[in-house]
């Protein structure tokens, strides 16, 4: 493209920062060094927050505000027999009580499109509220608004149901067997999806080598700070509007549809959200506050507690995971059979697409010629799971990275090397069919993440031994090709020559809104100080599309891009003329425009000579993602998802022989994000999704009795605490070649991919055990130690 | 439930609140004085996402009950700032990007100010044991400790507000 030299994406092309020695050359997007992308600086959001300005789904109060509660089943399988709802009606102070009859379409769909490969079509349906049977302990069954919150919970209280139990399922191989009691009427297989590539069995004949084994994962949550939490009020111009915390702010529809209203009579006002990591992807309060304040016409917030939180809301897929890899003698993959079997919990949610993702990636980084993978998901009695951090592609990453390990301690090779003899290069092929377009950094990863470790250091004490990991991973960004995936946004600047961006991106805490600033800055000639952006609001602000499978900075990023160098366009003549130059001179810099003798002209002034020749000083831009239609899995598939990104995180544990406990000493995460447009945001993404990860490898569990969840508080679901983690080393590479604003590539979920398997990896280094279930609790090293007999 | 009235310095503000015997400090100042800048994360002494600092010392709000805080002085996240001033710790977190969402904030930069007070130029350690009680889901820690790190590097400040 001509003014736009993208640094080349190979050999010494590759930039890498971080590692405390990484400098980065200056690069040239539009033809001169980029002056505000790039550079490390203190996003506007900071700056409320530790201020603690920021206003949080639960911080809005509006007059007359009444307080929402949700009744929630005890049971995971039951009939409901009645529910007599009189007591709570009558409780002085009680506005509303709602059951599934009051809810005008109790029904929420999520269309699965480009379906699986044996189980058809597919919309994922959810009842708002349990009409007559519960499916899992937590489902909401009934709906409270009142004067205070004490009042609601009351209320509650005074709602009698009568359930019948009924026998459940909780485990997806059991509820695969013949006479399985069915959690939904058309059977408890919810999809299947198939991939091919080569003749495995072929493949597994001609290795020297076989490693076989099933791994297991566990159930997770995403234990966000902030709960779920938003209030809803109908505006003076009759609009439902729920400002809530979320990252779909599109999911204005499907309150409507709930509603039986119009679209465009609800509005989503997202707001700076307490972390989501998936969890807010899905609907949490949004139905029943339309529902409570549409009824009362009263304002209405809903705020979840944590158990409510971690009892209620969807989580992540725990996976049974069979792998048969087959190697040559020189560590060469030429085999790799997968099996996936995955609990989808009580209801569809995201799960067929989850299980998508883990079969497209469930052979790793690498290039093997046979592969056959099989990934099927069953609905249970336990809680649902959908989206979560990694989707799919993270759970994959424990098996593919604890058998290449175990395959190059087979054969008395070097893990590092056995990896890096089997990296996919640019242009290859994932068993899926999709080539690879653009730069695949895994060997770069490997060298850089391993390298930085340094020198091994000493056990700390007699009974302790240390051992070292690595794990490599890709990770898809942006979405499925055939959802057709856009994202628009709005840039403007005002009269005084400062810049608005507005677009409807919800802000998670990843930077997701300070970055678009930045991109505007850059190409606008603005500080980004004298940008503001708006975001996240469906009534007022274009929209982006989901805050989730790490799209936003690609997506939205774009979109601003393009709108910035279309104002840029229209703007520069106007500076031209009253600078006496040619436009293709002319710069944008520092909030003024700049002849090439070094004249300049302020922005402002260039605004009032817009103004008086009519020239528009905004501009809406479009980015459309790269489209295609639902491939063929089993015949030769194509392209499924716009792009990947690729990494390879390092650990040094050390392990305590006596306890079996293990402490990670040291941990590299390296990716290659393309281009990092504010590398500090960029490296905090990296180091929260590692450590995320190490709390999946060492910590935390969903424990599940029947169905009945055991760790509904945070003292017994446990995330790392400062002490249980240690500093996580950011190394950036920035190959310039992704698919996002400036060449980025989407950092948002693959740092969580690695941190499991590098530790397993790194704990048969160090004692010679391998560990095969999630989370690697002490008791668990300890039994393979054969400390417990 | 009965009432009780108390007696308190609220960010260095006489204050007299009278509240039902079983509300929260947390409940307290949250709902009924509208002070957002204290946040819940749990409701259960866990997280220490709603700190606030009780005669100086961090507490979870959550777990005081209101009648327990009569003649005494509690500091929350805004009353660290001096006269519109940010204070340094607050300048630290936002540069070394140590705050992503933002929600554990207010309670990990209570935590880290009377941490610092005590422990003017702490280890790494010293400060990762010092915060174990405060969560963030967000950022690994690695940035969080940064800047605890630099502002008690710096010191300017730490000792004198609240």
Redesign the interface.
């Known amino acids: 493209m001509p003014g736009e030299a993208r640094s080349a994406p190979s050999g010494d092309g590759m930039r890498g920062r971080g590692g405390r020695s990484g400098r980065r050359s200056p690069v040239t997007v539009p033809a001169r060094p980029l002056r505000v992308v790039g550079r ?1 600086i ?2 506007h ?12 789904g ?2 809005w ?1 509006m007059p007359g505000m009444l307080h929402g509660a949700v009744l929630r089943s005890p049971y995971p399988a039951a009939r409901i027999r009645h529910i007599d709802t009189s007591a709570a009606r009558l409780l002085p102070g009680v506005a509303a009580v709602l059951t599934a009859r009051d809810v005008p379409r109790n029904t929420l769909w999520t269309d699965v499109p480009g379906q699986t490969t044996a189980v058809g079509p597919l919309r994922a349906r959810l009842h708002v509220l349990a009409d007559e049977v519960v499916r899992y302990q937590g489902e909401p069954v009934a709906l409270v608004a009142a004067e205070t ?1 004490e009042l609601a919970q009351e209320a509650l209280e005074l709602i009698r149901v009568e359930y019948e139990p009924t026998p459940g399922v909780f485990d997806p191989e059991e509820a695969l067997r013949p006479g399985a009691p069915p959690v939904h009427p058309e059977g408890n297989l919810l999809a299947r999806w198939r991939i091919r590539c080569g003749d495995v069995e072929e493949g597994l004949r001609e290795a020297d080598v076989v490693v076989e084994q099933t791994y297991r994962c566990q159930v997770v949550d ?6 779920e939490a938003g209030v809803a009020w109908v505006d003076a111009d009759g609009v439902l509007t729920i400002r809530v915390s979320t990252q779909v702010i599109e999911h204005y529809r499907d309150v409507a549809e709930v509603l039986g209203l119009p679209h465009n009579k609800v509005r989503v006002i997202g707001a ?6 998936g969890g807010k992807e899905d609907v949490t309060v949004e139905a029943f506050l339309g529902l409570l304040a549409w009824r009362t016409r009263r304002p209405v917030r809903m ?1 979840w ?2 158990q409510e939180s971690l009892l209620a809301r969807p989580k992540r897929h725990p996976f049974v995971m069979r792998y048969r890899t087959g190697a040559r003698r020189d560590g060469t993959l030429v085999a790799q059979q997968v099996e996936l079997l995955a609990d989808s919990g009580a209801y569809a949610y995201l799960s067929a697409l989850v299980l998508m993702y883990a079969a497209v990636t469930a052979a790793g980084p690498y290039r093997v010629p046979h592969v056959e993978v099989t990934a099927r998901v069953a609905y249970t009695n336990n809680p649902p799971t959908s989206a979560m951090r990694g989707f799919g592609a993270m759970q994959v990453v424990w098996g593919y990275e604890s058998q290449i390990d175990q395959v190059a301690r087979r054969l008395g090779l070097d893990p590092v090397e056995v990896r890096a003899r089997n990296a996919l290069h640019k242009g290859d092929a994932l068993p899926v069919g999709q080539r690879l377009e653009t730069h695949v950094a895994v060997s770069e990863a490997l060298e850089r993440a391993w390298a930085a470790l340094g020198p091994r250091r000493a056990p700390s004490g007699p009974h302790r031994r240390v051992g070292r990991g690595v794990a490599c991973n890709l990770q898809p960004y942006g979405r499925i090709v055939w959802l057709h995936d856009w994202a628009s946004a709005w840039v403007g600047y005002e009269m005084d020559g400062t810049v608005v961006v507005r677009t409807g991106v919800p802000d ?4 997701q809104a300070s970055s678009l600033c930045q991109i505007a800055a850059e190409v606008l000639g603005v500080d980004p100080e004298r940008v503001s952006v708006h975001i996240a609001d469906s009534a007022l602000t274009p929209l982006a599309g989901t805050t989730t499978a790490t799209r936003q900075l690609y997506m939205s990023g774009n979109a601003v891009l393009e709108a910035a160098r279309q104002l840029r366009q229209q703007v520069l003549p106007v500076a031209a003329a009253l600078l006496e130059a040619s436009p293709a001179q002319v710069d944008l810099e520092g909030g003024d425009a700049v002849a090439p003798d070094g004249r300049r002209v302020a922005l402002a002034r260039v605004m009032q000579e817009c103004a008086r020749l009519g020239v528009p000083r905004s501009a809406l831009g479009v980015y459309r993602a790269p489209a295609g239609d639902p491939v063929e899995f089993e015949r030769g598939g194509g392209r499924v998802f716009p792009d990947y990104t690729f990494g390879a995180h390092a650990a040094e544990v050390e392990v305590d022989t006596e306890t079996g406990a293990v402490s990670v000493l040291r941990y590299v995460a390296c990716h290659d994000v393309g281009r990092a447009i504010n590398p ?2 960029v ?2 993404q990296i ?6 990860g190490l709390g999946y490898a060492l910590l935390e569990e969903v424990v599940l009795d029947r169905g009945t969840n055991l760790t509904t ?3 017994s679901y446990l ?5 249980d ?1 240690p ?2 080393e950011p190394v950036i590479l920035e190959s310039g070649d992704g698919q996002g604003p400036f060449g980025a590539r989407g950092i948002g979920e693959p740092p969580i991919g690695p941190p499991a398997a590098a530790v397993a990896n790194a704990i048969e280094d160090a004692v010679g055990v391998r560990i095969t279930e999630l989370p690697m609790t002490p008791e668990r090293v300890a039994r393979a130690l054969g400390l417990l007999g | 439930m009965r009432d009780v009235q108390v007696r308190l310095t609220l960010n260095g503000e006489e204050r007299r609140i009278r509240a039902p015997a079983h509300r929260t400090l947390l409940q307290v100042l949250r709902d009924d004085l509208g002070m957002t800048d204290v946040k819940e994360g749990c409701g259960e002494g866990v997280c220490g996402t709603c700190t606030v600092l009780l005669d100086g010392e961090p507490v979870s709000s959550c777990l005081v009950l209101i009648g327990r805080i009569d003649g005494r002085d509690v500091v929350t996240l805004r009353g660290l700032a001096e006269g519109g001033r940010v204070h340094p710790l607050q300048v630290a977190f936002a540069t070394h990007g140590a705050a992503q969402c933002g929600f554990c904030t207010p309670g990990m930069i209570l935590t880290a100010y009377a941490f610092l007070r005590d422990h003017p130029r702490p280890t790494r350690e010293e400060i990762r044991r010092a915060i174990a009680g405060n969560l963030c889901r967000c950022t690994g820690y690695t940035k969080i400790v940064d800047a605890i790190a630099a502002a008690g590097r710096d010191g300017g400040g730490i000792r004198d507000a609240g």
């Open positions: 490390p203190t996003r959001d900071a700056w409320d927050k530790v201020q603690a300005r920021t206003l949080y639960a911080d109060h919150p995403h234990a966000y700070l902030e709960p700076y959200v307490g972390g989501g990591f705020v507690s944590r998670v805490g990843g930077g500090q945001s490296e905090g180091q929260g999704g590692a450590v995320m508080s945070l003292a995330i790392p605490t400062a002490e983690v500093d996580v």
